[in-house]
């Protein structure tokens, strides 16, 4: 059993910050490419960021110079540090990881969402 658990999310004001964290637990092996994605209200779940095992990174257009993904491998946990935020950046945010469990099996996993909501 693995699970990707979300956590820091909330209401920020335009221009404000937020850091989102994601923790996989279970039983893993090896956590390759996360990610986050987002979905805001009548559009489709997107990508925002992703980050290999080795560490490199990638960024929706829409993100680039204001968002950071980063991990920490030893706590099996994905970053998203959010800066100068602005309305159009609300929306539920996603983790996504792809792990390799310790019976060899491998699999694409999903966190539960976390809201971000950044409104004046």
């Known amino acids: 059993q693995v699970q990707l658990v979300e956590s820091g999310g909330g209401l920020v004001q335009p221009g404000g910050s937020l850091r989102l964290s994601c923790a996989a637990s279970?039983?893993?092996?090896?956590?390759?490419?996360m990610g986050w994605y987002r979905q805001a209200p009548g559009k489709q779940r997107e990508l925002v960021a992703g980050i290999t095992s080795g560490g490199t990174t990638n960024y929706a257009d829409s993100v680039k110079g204001r968002f950071t993904i980063s991990r920490d491998n030893a706590k099996n946990t994905v970053y998203l540090q959010m800066n100068s935020l602005k309305s159009e950046d609300t929306a539920v945010y996603y983790c996504n990881a792809d792990i390799y469990r310790l019976d060899w099996s491998s699999g694409n996993y999903w966190g539960q969402g976390t809201q971000v909501t950044v409104s004046s």
């Open positions: 279970g039983s893993i092996f090896k956590i390759n490419a």
